[in-house]
Nanobody, 116 residues
C-alpha cells in the first residue's frame, strides 16, 4: 500500500492550491478516501471525505465552502482543491483510505504554507 501526496507549496493568503494523492497497492475504487492535515504544534485533524463513487462528500467546518475533494478511480487518485487559503490552513496534508474498519497507512504528506 502506498499513498503519495503532492501539490503543496507556499501560497499567499487568498490563493489556491490543488493537492493530489496517488494510490497504489490496494483497490482504490473500494475505499472511502479522506484528507487530513497537521498544523505546527497541533494534532492531526480530518479535513474532507469522499465516498467510493464520489456521490457523497463531507468537510470540516473550517474548510467548508473553500475546499473541494474529488477522485478519479481510473487514475487511483484523490484531489483536494483549496481556495481562499488563509494562514490557519498551513499544515502538512495527508490522505488516507478506509474500507470498513480497515485503513491504509499514511503517506509522507505534502506541506502547505500560507504566508505573505
Amino acid at each position: 500500500v502506498q499513498l503519495v501526496e503532492s501539490g503543496g507549496g507556499l501560497v499567499q493568503p487568498g490563493g489556491s492550491l490543488r493537492l493530489s494523492c496517488a494510490a497504489s497497492g490496494f483497490t482504490f475504487s473500494s475505499y472511502i478516501m479522506s484528507w487530513y492535515r497537521q498544523g505546527p504544534g497541533k494534532e492531526r485533524e480530518w479535513v474532507a471525505l469522499i465516498s467510493i463513487g464520489s456521490a457523497y462528500t463531507n468537510y470540516a467546518n473550517s474548510v467548508k465552502g473553500r475546499f473541494t475533494i474529488s477522485r478519479d478511480n481510473a487514475k487511483n487518485t484523490v484531489y483536494l482543491q483549496m481556495n481562499s487559503l488563509n494562514p490557519e490552513d498551513t499544515a502538512v496534508y495527508y490522505c488516507q483510505g478506509r474500507r470498513g474498519s480497515q485503513t491504509t497507512d499514511w503517506g509522507q504528506g505534502t506541506q502547505v504554507t500560507v504566508s505573505s
